[in-house]
């Protein structure tokens, strides 16, 4: 780890609209993870239908982002995939860095300072929500510093990730007995944060590094954060106080999934012929229990936040991205609803809060291909060669869906497709159509006033 | 084939922009045929470099379009993928067809107005330029009306295409003995259009139905039609005359192809292990000719269209989606510059013709996909079940293009994903961020002050 030295800066910014704000500039950024624009297809003819509109089709403004990664041995070299903790990065530091990195710069492994880090330092409240585990690759991006995305608790630090050998680089430089920070979990716990939502108790069960008796959440409390795990408490929280809420082991159960767990599967052939599976339609997850919506989640957080200096919320909904790993579109259709949910919430907090700019944007594309539900060569006894579903839609058709990258019957894998960027509120109109994604971060520091911080390389 | 009752009108519309209007309000409609997000990050990887901006990047607005089609049988049922038909026809009349259909409705098969018959009615000038062949079934929706898209001679009046028995429908209710307009080079052949530049010598050197002597591009030349053939000729068109330009026995040579004619293919395995094949960049296809650019007829066709009244061009760059079909990245990539070469021609147009509107968008998704160049699970051995290929791109780094639509040795297959649309010039700021396809039909009309048909169903 390098110290980086760097300005932070408040300034007053023009206020030019409505006097009706409550709050002072503040920043709304919701992140559907894996969300492009196949998802959002997909998700817009299982809700409303393909003559419907999604709340994000009415918002002011829609443009695109170039995905950006680059080689962890060549940092000159660009990567035209990008996993969730290097996009995270662009976006919450303004840095291009390699896959599996957090918050750090590719090769040197410079700490990258976050618009989290120059908002908490002037002045501004902070806030994270997420329906994975908070300790996951992207909102750990916009807490921690970190070689190695799967360094989430005390215990992942010492051991090797073996689902992933090739990003399987061990954390020991960040040990904190080696000088670093320690693991994310660690530092989500001596975090400045106002409010952070999400799963991820089994990463704050671990006892500190050094120590056989302290966990990362009594460190977490040591640090003044009010501790929360029941849906009910959010709307408990005390105004004044900190507040770290865990609603889970790690992932939240996701809102929808096929009619009887059904998903994507490689397609049957008997004879030569191709057997089309039936259609099915999705059903609410059985598991979801009583965990927190992020609609919920997006709610008391922006309670919590609202004040006079203004706020950053960045808001994830996760599983987007994991449920199409998983080959699972009713999954996916679930979690950009809940995405669309927080959308909402986030719009109706602009209303009465004009000077908020909501970003609502993806981190990298995704395997999840919205074809035909029957081939055009089915004549032929042609198909897809990948996993594939056939969704039944309330408005009485049928979408083939198809995930192909990868013949794993582990899972599929991401697209380094350009992602779309919504935006509404304080200056959306003024967006330029096509961004990289690490000017997510310009746009971020400027709209909230902040100085632009000299980076390490 | 019903005959329509349309009320035309052309209104003058507001010019409350720049003086300097050479020509009354103008559209020019670029429409990248397969041209989704994947194509536009492809090329612009491989030709600008991921750090660069393609002229489509700087254009004034961008918004997303939902594709739609529905089903022949019962045209109450969402269809969602469309076919360059189905697509075409939704955006030359505003619309829903079925796939395969030109102009004409789904299950009655009635003719659909389009903007370009408005258009002419209204005394505008109009034109259409495209690299595949005329009677393509993109630019035949903006000028004929036939049940199916494969009958484009007089000779496949008569055939069934035994490529695509589910498309296979006849044509003879479309004889000219029944009553009806005759194949798609016939209509072109009888039309007002101003000027006609693509390829398809082939689908008009077929005696018209009826007679063995008098060829469809006799009957052309007998409609007021001057023919050019060469490329050259494109900068000695007589003002006053209406032109026929045909480049190409049907589709255009495109522009690239990969290195010694590479493209994507099943992955290698030797004993288990996958074996990536070398990265191969793009070079100038050899087949390439004397024909004209994009571009070229571009600037012909606004040379030859600009007036006071003012004019709708429709400008094709057709082979991104046939390349995309047969898995040549870069081919699509060459046919994705050619796109771009067109825009920037219609861009420096609207310099000085500040009353025009430039609309660019694409009439369906496609199968390439960008994903990493290498697995993230080949240490495993897995990799992706489609075609594959490795393009080394200038900047010096690599990207995957996956195609797994389909198994068939033929081609891979559409994808129902929203497809972009970026405007410049005159109403550009003010379209909505999300539209219907048959919204561009209402958008044009609009802009061109030309009144709403009564469409039958």
Redesign the interface.
């Known amino acids: 780890m390098i110290v980086i030295w760097l300005i932070v800066a408040a300034c007053s910014t023009d206020t030019d609209e409505h006097n009706d704000a409550r709050t002072g500039p503040s920043l709304i950024l919701i992140i559907g993870d894996g969300m492009?624009?196949?998802q959002?297809?997909i998700a817009?003819?299982y809700l409303v239908?393909?003559?419907g509109?999604l709340t994000?089709?009415?918002?002011?403004?829609?443009?695109?982002v170039?995905v950006?990664a680059v080689?962890e041995d060549d940092p000159g070299?660009?990567?035209?995939?990008a996993d969730s903790a290097s996009a995270a990065t662009a976006i919450s530091g303004g840095v291009v860095t390699s896959r599996g990195r957090i918050g750090t710069t590719a090769k040197f492994d410079s700490d990258i300072v976050t618009v989290m880090e120059l908002a908490q330092s002037a002045g501004l409240r902070t806030g994270i929500v997420t329906t994975a585990s908070i300790t996951d690759a992207t909102p750990a991006s916009f807490i921690a510093h970190v070689n190695q995305r799967f360094c989430q608790s005390p215990s992942d630090m010492v051991k090797r990730n073996e689902r992933?050998?090739?990003a399987s680089t061990d954390c020991s430089q960040d040990y904190k007995a080696n000088g670093g920070l320690g693991s994310i979990a660690e530092q989500v716990a001596s975090s400045r944060f106002d409010i952070l939502l999400g799963g991820g108790t089994d990463y704050f069960s671990d006892f500190i590094e050094g120590s056989a008796d302290t966990t990362v959440l009594d460190n977490a409390r040591a640090n003044g954060f009010s501790t929360i795990f029941q849906s009910e408490h959010l709307r408990m929280i005390e105004p004044k106080k900190r507040v770290l809420g865990l609603f889970s082991p790690s992932t939240m159960p996701v809102r929808y999934r096929g009619e009887n767990g059904s998903q994507a599967r490689l397609l049957e052939r008997v004879n030569g012929k191709v057997i089309w599976p039936e259609p099915y339609g999705c059903e609410k997850n059985p598991e979801v229990g009583s965990v927190p919506t992020l609609g919920e989640m997006t709610e008391a957080a922006l309670r919590h936040l609202a004040n006079d200096n203004g706020f950053v919320l960045m808001i994830e909904s996760a599983s987007i991205d994991k449920q199409s790993h998983y080959r699972r579109p009713c999954g996916q259709i679930g979690e950009v609803s809940q995405l669309l949910d927080a959308v909402h919430v986030a719009l109706d907090f602009l209303d009465s809060n004009s000077d908020t700019l909501v970003l609502v944007t993806a981190d990298h594309?995704h395997?999840a291909?919205?074809?035909?539900?029957i081939?055009?060569?089915a004549?032929?006894n042609?198909?897809?060669?990948?996993r594939f579903a056939r969704v039944q839609?309330p408005?009485?058709?049928v979408?083939?869906i198809?995930y192909?990258?990868?013949?794993?019957p582990?899972?599929d894998?991401?697209?380094?497709?350009?992602?779309?960027i919504?935006a509404s509120g304080s200056g959306a109109s003024n967006l330029p159509?096509?961004i990289?994604q690490t000017e997510i971060f310009d746009i971020s520091i400027s709209h909230l006033g902040l100085s632009h911080p000299v980076q390490a390389d």
């Open positions: 492009d624009d196949q959002i297809t817009r003819n239908g393909s003559q509109k994000l089709d009415s918002m002011q403004y829609r443009g695109s170039q950006q080689d070299k660009a990567v035209y995939v992933f050998p090739p594309g395997a291909h919205l074809i035909s539900d081939s055009g060569l004549f032929l042609y198909a897809t060669p990948g839609t408005e009485g058709s979408m083939g198809n192909a990258s990868n013949d794993s582990l899972w894998e991401h697209s380094g497709v350009q992602i779309p919504y159509i096509f990289r």
